[in-house]
Protein backbone atom coordinates (compact mmCIF):
# COMPACT_ATOMS: atom_id res chain seq x y z
CA UNK A 1 0.00 0.00 0.00
CA UNK A 2 1.38 3.17 -1.08
CA UNK A 3 3.08 5.57 1.60
CA UNK A 4 1.93 9.45 1.78
CA UNK A 5 4.49 11.40 3.04
CA UNK A 6 3.72 15.11 3.63
CA UNK A 7 6.25 17.82 5.84
CA UNK A 8 6.01 20.77 7.60
CA UNK A 9 7.92 23.09 9.29
CA UNK A 10 7.34 24.34 12.92
CA UNK A 11 10.15 26.23 14.90
CA UNK A 12 12.55 25.27 12.27
CA UNK A 13 12.18 21.85 12.24
CA UNK A 14 10.66 19.49 10.05
CA UNK A 15 7.83 17.20 10.74
CA UNK A 16 7.53 15.09 8.25
CA UNK A 17 3.87 12.84 8.61
CA UNK A 18 4.08 9.31 6.60
CA UNK A 19 0.56 7.47 6.25
CA UNK A 20 0.38 3.77 4.70
CA UNK A 21 2.73 0.77 5.02
CA UNK A 22 6.51 1.39 5.59
CA UNK A 23 7.75 -1.28 3.92
CA UNK A 24 10.49 -2.64 0.40
CA UNK A 25 8.61 -0.19 -1.65
CA UNK A 26 8.00 2.89 0.54
CA UNK A 27 11.59 2.74 2.82
CA UNK A 28 13.52 4.45 -0.21
CA UNK A 29 10.54 6.95 -0.60
CA UNK A 30 10.80 7.77 2.99
CA UNK A 31 14.50 8.14 2.70
CA UNK A 32 15.22 10.53 -0.42
CA UNK A 33 12.49 12.62 1.37
CA UNK A 34 14.78 13.03 4.73
CA UNK A 35 17.87 13.15 2.36
CA UNK A 36 16.44 16.25 0.24
CA UNK A 37 15.81 17.83 3.54
CA UNK A 38 19.15 17.03 5.01
CA UNK A 39 20.84 18.12 1.57
CA UNK A 40 18.72 21.41 1.86
CA UNK A 41 20.66 21.91 5.84
CA UNK A 42 17.37 20.92 7.54
CA UNK A 43 18.58 18.52 9.55
CA UNK A 44 16.31 18.32 12.51
CA UNK A 45 13.14 15.81 11.81
CA UNK A 46 10.52 14.93 13.34
CA UNK A 47 9.10 12.05 11.93
CA UNK A 48 5.11 11.32 12.32
CA UNK A 49 4.70 7.97 12.23
CA UNK A 50 1.04 7.27 13.64
CA UNK A 51 -0.68 6.86 10.23
CA UNK A 52 1.97 3.91 9.67
CA UNK A 53 -0.34 0.67 10.04
CA UNK A 54 2.33 -1.61 9.06
CA UNK A 55 6.30 -1.75 9.40
CA UNK A 56 8.91 -4.47 8.10
CA UNK A 57 12.12 -4.67 8.83
CA UNK A 58 12.99 -2.38 5.64
CA UNK A 59 10.96 -0.09 7.46
CA UNK A 60 12.83 -0.12 10.56
CA UNK A 61 16.43 -0.08 8.02
CA UNK A 62 15.14 3.24 6.70
CA UNK A 63 14.65 4.73 9.83
CA UNK A 64 17.66 3.99 11.05
CA UNK A 65 19.63 5.13 7.75
CA UNK A 66 17.92 8.79 8.81
CA UNK A 67 19.01 8.67 11.95
CA UNK A 68 22.54 7.93 10.83
CA UNK A 69 21.97 10.60 7.96
CA UNK A 70 21.08 13.45 10.30
CA UNK A 71 22.57 12.32 13.42
CA UNK A 72 25.55 14.43 13.58
CA UNK A 73 24.54 17.40 12.04
CA UNK A 74 20.66 17.78 13.86
CA UNK A 75 18.79 14.86 14.91
CA UNK A 76 15.78 12.62 14.65
CA UNK A 77 12.50 12.13 16.76
CA UNK A 78 9.89 9.70 16.27
CA UNK A 79 6.49 10.16 17.30
CA UNK A 80 3.57 8.66 17.28
CA UNK A 81 4.52 5.20 16.75
CA UNK A 82 2.02 2.42 16.76
CA UNK A 83 2.19 -0.62 19.75
CA UNK A 84 3.63 -2.98 16.50
CA UNK A 85 6.43 -0.34 15.49
CA UNK A 86 7.52 -0.09 19.58
CA UNK A 87 7.43 -4.08 19.45
CA UNK A 88 9.81 -4.32 16.55
CA UNK A 89 12.05 -0.89 17.83
CA UNK A 90 12.23 -3.28 21.49
CA UNK A 91 13.62 -6.72 19.79
CA UNK A 92 15.88 -4.72 17.10
CA UNK A 93 17.24 -2.65 20.54
CA UNK A 94 16.96 0.14 18.46
CA UNK A 95 14.82 1.67 20.89
CA UNK A 96 17.73 2.63 22.94
CA UNK A 97 19.36 5.02 20.50
CA UNK A 98 16.30 6.37 18.66
CA UNK A 99 14.72 9.30 20.14
CA UNK A 100 11.11 8.46 20.46
CA UNK A 101 9.37 11.34 22.02
CA UNK A 102 5.94 11.66 23.27
CA UNK A 103 4.15 14.49 20.82
CA UNK A 104 5.32 16.80 18.92
CA UNK A 105 6.13 19.15 21.22
CA UNK A 106 8.35 17.19 23.24
CA UNK A 107 9.78 16.29 20.03
CA UNK A 108 10.36 19.52 19.15
CA UNK A 109 11.49 20.94 22.49
CA UNK A 110 14.01 18.17 22.99
CA UNK A 111 15.86 19.00 19.44
CA UNK A 112 15.53 23.10 20.08
CA UNK A 113 14.69 22.97 23.77
CA UNK A 114 11.64 24.85 25.10
CA UNK A 115 10.60 28.40 24.62
CA UNK B 1 5.87 6.75 -9.59
CA UNK B 2 5.92 8.80 -12.39
CA UNK B 3 3.65 11.59 -13.20
CA UNK B 4 2.65 8.91 -16.57
CA UNK B 5 2.05 6.48 -14.54
CA UNK B 6 -0.41 8.44 -12.28
CA UNK B 7 -1.77 9.36 -15.25
CA UNK B 8 -2.25 5.91 -16.65
CA UNK B 9 -3.93 4.71 -13.72
CA UNK B 10 -6.29 7.22 -13.79
CA UNK B 11 -7.95 6.39 -17.27
CA UNK B 12 -8.54 3.10 -15.73
CA UNK B 13 -11.48 1.26 -16.24
CA UNK B 14 -12.86 -0.73 -13.17
CA UNK B 15 -15.65 -2.56 -12.89
CA UNK B 16 -17.58 -2.94 -9.60
CA UNK B 17 -19.81 -5.65 -8.87
CA UNK B 18 -21.89 -6.16 -5.63
CA UNK B 19 -25.67 -6.33 -4.99
CA UNK B 20 -25.59 -3.15 -2.12
CA UNK B 21 -26.61 -0.64 -4.05
CA UNK B 22 -24.97 1.58 -0.66
CA UNK B 23 -21.69 0.10 -0.97
CA UNK B 24 -21.54 0.56 -4.56
CA UNK B 25 -22.73 4.22 -4.72
CA UNK B 26 -20.22 4.66 -2.12
CA UNK B 27 -16.87 3.38 -4.67
CA UNK B 28 -18.69 4.50 -7.86
CA UNK B 29 -18.11 8.13 -5.89
CA UNK B 30 -14.92 7.50 -5.10
CA UNK B 31 -13.67 5.74 -7.93
CA UNK B 32 -14.78 8.75 -10.15
CA UNK B 33 -13.64 11.13 -7.83
CA UNK B 34 -10.21 9.65 -8.18
CA UNK B 35 -10.33 9.74 -12.28
CA UNK B 36 -11.03 6.26 -13.32
CA UNK B 37 -14.19 5.14 -15.52
CA UNK B 38 -16.38 2.85 -13.77
CA UNK B 39 -19.22 0.15 -14.63
CA UNK B 40 -21.18 -1.37 -12.12
CA UNK B 41 -22.87 -4.49 -11.95
CA UNK B 42 -25.61 -5.63 -9.38
CA UNK B 43 -25.30 -9.20 -10.30
CA UNK B 44 -23.02 -12.38 -11.19
CA UNK B 45 -25.14 -12.79 -14.57
CA UNK B 46 -24.52 -8.93 -15.34
CA UNK B 47 -20.87 -8.96 -14.24
CA UNK B 48 -19.84 -11.68 -16.19
CA UNK B 49 -21.80 -10.02 -19.58
CA UNK B 50 -19.80 -7.32 -19.27
CA UNK B 51 -16.55 -8.51 -18.60
CA UNK B 52 -17.05 -10.79 -21.90
CA UNK B 53 -17.94 -7.65 -24.08
CA UNK B 54 -15.77 -5.32 -23.02
CA UNK B 55 -12.05 -4.59 -21.06
CA UNK B 56 -10.88 -3.58 -18.03
CA UNK B 57 -8.23 -3.40 -15.61
CA UNK B 58 -9.51 -4.16 -12.35
CA UNK B 59 -12.66 -5.39 -10.85
CA UNK B 60 -13.78 -5.33 -7.80
CA UNK B 61 -15.83 -8.65 -6.62
CA UNK B 62 -18.47 -8.98 -4.07
CA UNK B 63 -18.74 -12.72 -3.72
CA UNK B 64 -22.39 -13.07 -2.50
CA UNK B 65 -23.89 -11.54 -5.73
CA UNK B 66 -27.61 -13.22 -6.99
CA UNK B 67 -27.64 -14.79 -10.29
CA UNK B 68 -24.29 -15.85 -9.94
CA UNK B 69 -22.03 -15.88 -7.24
CA UNK B 70 -18.80 -14.31 -6.99
CA UNK B 71 -16.64 -17.49 -7.73
CA UNK B 72 -18.39 -18.14 -10.49
CA UNK B 73 -18.00 -14.79 -12.07
CA UNK B 74 -14.04 -15.98 -11.65
CA UNK B 75 -14.68 -19.46 -13.00
CA UNK B 76 -15.13 -18.33 -16.44
CA UNK B 77 -11.98 -15.98 -16.53
CA UNK B 78 -11.20 -17.67 -19.83
CA UNK B 79 -13.97 -16.22 -21.63
CA UNK B 80 -13.93 -12.46 -20.43
CA UNK B 81 -12.22 -10.07 -23.06
CA UNK B 82 -9.67 -9.07 -20.96
CA UNK B 83 -7.82 -9.78 -18.11
CA UNK B 84 -8.18 -7.56 -15.26
CA UNK B 85 -6.63 -8.27 -11.86
CA UNK B 86 -9.55 -8.76 -9.77
CA UNK B 87 -10.01 -7.67 -5.59
CA UNK B 88 -12.51 -9.69 -3.91
CA UNK B 89 -14.54 -7.30 -1.46
CA UNK B 90 -16.81 -9.28 0.79
CA UNK B 91 -17.89 -9.83 4.11
CA UNK B 92 -17.76 -13.25 3.64
CA UNK B 93 -14.23 -14.65 5.40
CA UNK B 94 -15.11 -18.06 5.94
CA UNK B 95 -12.04 -20.50 4.74
CA UNK B 96 -14.28 -21.59 0.93
CA UNK B 97 -14.62 -17.83 0.17
CA UNK B 98 -10.89 -17.04 0.92
CA UNK B 99 -9.49 -20.44 -0.82
CA UNK B 100 -12.22 -20.41 -3.67
CA UNK B 101 -10.71 -16.80 -4.35
CA UNK B 102 -7.14 -18.33 -4.38
CA UNK B 103 -7.94 -20.48 -6.61
CA UNK B 104 -10.19 -18.48 -9.19
CA UNK B 105 -6.57 -15.94 -9.03
CA UNK B 106 -8.16 -13.39 -7.44
CA UNK B 107 -5.32 -10.77 -7.00
CA UNK B 108 -6.48 -9.39 -3.59
CA UNK B 109 -8.54 -9.98 -0.47
CA UNK B 110 -10.70 -7.17 1.24
CA UNK B 111 -12.91 -8.33 4.05
CA UNK B 112 -15.60 -6.14 4.50
CA UNK B 113 -16.13 -3.57 6.37
CA UNK B 114 -13.68 -1.99 4.36
CA UNK B 115 -12.81 2.01 4.46
CA UNK B 116 -12.34 4.05 1.50
CA UNK B 117 -8.38 5.22 1.93
CA UNK B 118 -7.43 1.87 2.12
CA UNK B 119 -9.82 0.46 -0.64
CA UNK B 120 -8.24 3.36 -3.04
CA UNK B 121 -4.97 2.65 -1.96
CA UNK B 122 -5.40 -1.27 -2.47
CA UNK B 123 -7.08 -0.22 -6.23
CA UNK B 124 -3.87 1.91 -7.18
CA UNK B 125 -0.88 -0.40 -5.96
CA UNK B 126 -2.71 -3.50 -8.07
CA UNK B 127 -3.34 -0.93 -10.80
CA UNK B 128 0.26 0.14 -10.48
CA UNK B 129 1.98 -3.45 -10.21
CA UNK B 130 3.08 -5.42 -13.36
CA UNK B 131 0.44 -7.83 -14.66
CA UNK B 132 0.77 -10.78 -11.78
CA UNK B 133 1.92 -14.32 -12.30
CA UNK B 134 -0.71 -16.70 -10.92
CA UNK B 135 -0.58 -18.14 -7.80
CA UNK B 136 -0.35 -21.79 -7.90
CA UNK B 137 -2.62 -23.91 -5.70
CA UNK B 138 -0.91 -27.28 -4.42
CA UNK B 139 -3.31 -27.82 -1.58
CA UNK B 140 -6.74 -25.51 -0.17
CA UNK B 141 -7.78 -26.68 2.83
CA UNK B 142 -8.64 -24.50 5.59
CA UNK B 143 -5.94 -26.07 7.54
CA UNK B 144 -3.26 -26.69 5.07
CA UNK B 145 -3.02 -24.23 2.34
CA UNK B 146 0.12 -24.88 -0.01
CA UNK B 147 0.87 -22.81 -2.94
CA UNK B 148 3.32 -21.77 -5.08
CA UNK B 149 4.29 -18.07 -5.23
CA UNK B 150 6.40 -16.06 -8.13
CA UNK B 151 9.36 -14.45 -6.94
CA UNK B 152 7.74 -10.60 -6.88
CA UNK B 153 7.97 -7.75 -4.70
CA UNK B 154 3.93 -7.72 -4.14
CA UNK B 155 3.98 -11.49 -3.28
CA UNK B 156 3.87 -11.17 0.28
CA UNK B 157 0.97 -8.76 0.68
CA UNK B 158 -0.62 -10.12 -1.87
CA UNK B 159 -0.30 -13.92 -0.42
CA UNK B 160 -1.24 -12.49 3.23
CA UNK B 161 -4.71 -10.70 1.66
CA UNK B 162 -6.01 -13.93 1.84
CA UNK B 163 -4.11 -16.22 4.31
CA UNK B 164 -4.80 -13.90 7.05
CA UNK B 165 -8.22 -14.48 6.89
CA UNK B 166 -7.44 -18.26 7.72
CA UNK B 167 -6.05 -16.83 10.86
CA UNK B 168 -9.19 -15.17 11.79
CA UNK B 169 -10.30 -17.09 15.25
CA UNK B 170 -6.86 -16.21 16.86
CA UNK B 171 -6.25 -12.89 18.59
CA UNK B 172 -5.32 -9.97 16.85
CA UNK B 173 -1.80 -9.76 18.45
CA UNK B 174 -1.27 -13.29 17.39
CA UNK B 175 -2.05 -12.83 13.65
CA UNK B 176 -0.37 -9.66 13.58
CA UNK B 177 3.01 -11.39 15.12
CA UNK B 178 2.74 -14.09 12.92
CA UNK B 179 1.97 -12.40 9.86
CA UNK B 180 4.66 -10.06 9.89
CA UNK B 181 7.36 -12.79 10.43
CA UNK B 182 5.86 -15.00 7.85
CA UNK B 183 6.13 -11.49 5.12
CA UNK B 184 9.71 -10.89 6.20
CA UNK B 185 10.69 -13.90 5.79
CA UNK B 186 8.62 -14.46 2.03
CA UNK B 187 10.36 -11.76 1.19
CA UNK B 188 13.64 -13.23 2.29
CA UNK B 189 13.11 -16.03 -0.07
CA UNK B 190 11.58 -14.07 -2.43
CA UNK B 191 14.59 -11.44 -2.87
CA UNK B 192 17.37 -13.76 -1.68
CA UNK B 193 16.68 -17.12 -3.12
CA UNK B 194 14.17 -15.81 -5.81
CA UNK B 195 16.38 -13.17 -6.98
CA UNK B 196 13.51 -11.51 -7.55
CA UNK B 197 12.68 -13.82 -10.88
CA UNK B 198 8.87 -13.72 -11.28
CA UNK B 199 9.62 -16.89 -13.12
CA UNK B 200 11.32 -18.82 -10.47
CA UNK B 201 8.38 -19.30 -7.49
CA UNK B 202 8.45 -19.85 -3.85
CA UNK B 203 6.71 -23.02 -1.67
CA UNK B 204 4.83 -21.98 0.84
CA UNK B 205 2.47 -24.41 3.61
CA UNK B 206 0.00 -22.74 5.96
CA UNK B 207 -1.22 -25.29 8.56
CA UNK B 208 -3.52 -25.02 10.98
CA UNK B 209 -3.88 -27.37 14.28
CA UNK B 210 -5.51 -26.90 17.76
CA UNK B 211 -2.30 -26.62 19.11
CA UNK B 212 -0.01 -24.52 17.26
CA UNK B 213 0.44 -22.50 13.49
CA UNK B 214 3.41 -23.01 11.08
CA UNK B 215 4.50 -21.68 8.08
CA UNK B 216 6.85 -23.17 6.01
CA UNK B 217 8.93 -21.74 2.89
CA UNK B 218 11.03 -23.28 0.54
CA UNK B 219 12.93 -20.67 -1.92
CA UNK B 220 14.13 -21.96 -5.22
CA UNK B 221 17.83 -20.52 -4.17
CA UNK B 222 21.31 -22.17 -3.27
CA UNK B 223 20.83 -20.81 0.48
CA UNK B 224 22.97 -19.35 2.87
CA UNK B 225 25.76 -20.33 5.55
CA UNK B 226 24.64 -18.53 8.71
CA UNK B 227 28.59 -18.73 9.54
CA UNK B 228 28.63 -15.84 7.08
CA UNK B 229 25.88 -13.39 7.85
CA UNK B 230 28.12 -10.96 10.10
CA UNK B 231 26.07 -8.29 8.65
CA UNK B 232 22.70 -9.86 10.57
CA UNK B 233 21.89 -8.29 13.87
CA UNK B 234 20.68 -12.27 13.96
CA UNK B 235 24.61 -13.28 14.72
CA UNK B 236 25.19 -10.43 17.38
CA UNK B 237 26.34 -10.99 20.77
CA UNK B 238 23.79 -10.23 23.74
CA UNK B 239 26.19 -7.91 25.07
CA UNK B 240 26.72 -6.44 21.48
CA UNK B 241 23.60 -5.52 19.72
CA UNK B 242 25.02 -3.84 17.12
CA UNK B 243 28.16 -5.16 16.32
CA UNK B 244 26.73 -6.31 12.68
CA UNK B 245 26.58 -2.65 11.96
CA UNK B 246 30.36 -2.62 11.73
CA UNK B 247 30.65 -5.11 9.32
CA UNK B 248 27.73 -3.77 7.12
CA UNK B 249 29.65 -0.41 6.91
CA UNK B 250 32.82 -2.72 5.97
CA UNK B 251 30.83 -4.08 2.62
CA UNK B 252 29.28 -1.04 1.74
CA UNK B 253 25.61 -2.08 2.86
CA UNK B 254 23.02 0.47 4.25
CA UNK B 255 22.12 0.20 8.11
CA UNK B 256 19.83 -2.74 8.38
CA UNK B 257 20.04 -6.35 9.03
CA UNK B 258 17.34 -6.95 11.33
CA UNK B 259 14.68 -9.37 9.32
CA UNK B 260 15.99 -12.36 10.79
CA UNK B 261 15.94 -11.30 14.12
CA UNK B 262 12.89 -10.10 14.06
CA UNK B 263 11.07 -13.00 12.28
CA UNK B 264 13.00 -14.97 15.25
CA UNK B 265 11.45 -12.82 17.91
CA UNK B 266 7.68 -12.92 16.05
CA UNK B 267 7.19 -16.86 16.46
CA UNK B 268 8.18 -19.54 18.87
CA UNK B 269 10.28 -21.53 16.98
CA UNK B 270 12.27 -20.24 13.55
CA UNK B 271 13.95 -24.05 12.42
CA UNK B 272 16.04 -23.78 8.81
CA UNK B 273 17.16 -26.69 6.74
CA UNK B 274 20.65 -27.58 6.40
CA UNK B 275 20.94 -25.84 3.15
CA UNK B 276 18.74 -22.63 4.89
CA UNK B 277 17.00 -22.14 1.76
CA UNK B 278 13.80 -23.73 3.56
CA UNK B 279 12.44 -22.45 6.58
CA UNK B 280 9.74 -23.17 9.23
CA UNK B 281 7.84 -20.97 11.76
CA UNK B 282 5.48 -22.22 14.52
CA UNK B 283 3.25 -20.06 16.85
CA UNK B 284 1.90 -22.27 19.20
CA UNK B 285 -1.62 -21.86 20.41
CA UNK B 286 -2.81 -22.17 23.94
Known amino acids: ?115 | MSTTDNHEQRSARILTVDDDPTFRQIVLALLRSEGYTVREASDGLTAIKLLQQESFDLVLLDLGLPGAGGLEVLAGAASWKSQPKVIVVSGDTTGPAILGSVRGQAYHYLAKPVNTVTLANVIQDALAAPAAMPLEVLSAREDWVELLVPCEASAPERVQSFLRYLEGDLPKATRESVGRAFCELLMNAIEWGGELDPRRRVRISFLKTVRFLMYRISDPGAGFQPEQLHHAAVTNESDEPFGHMSEREAQGLRPGGFGLLMAGQLVDELVFNEAHNEVVLIKYLN
Do not use: W
Open chain 1, 1 to 115: MALVLNSRMNRGVVVLSADGRLDAEAAPALLAACESHSARGDCQIVLDLAGVAYVDSKGIEAILAIFQLVGKAGGLRLIGARPQLLQLLEITRLARILGIAADETAAIDSLVGSD
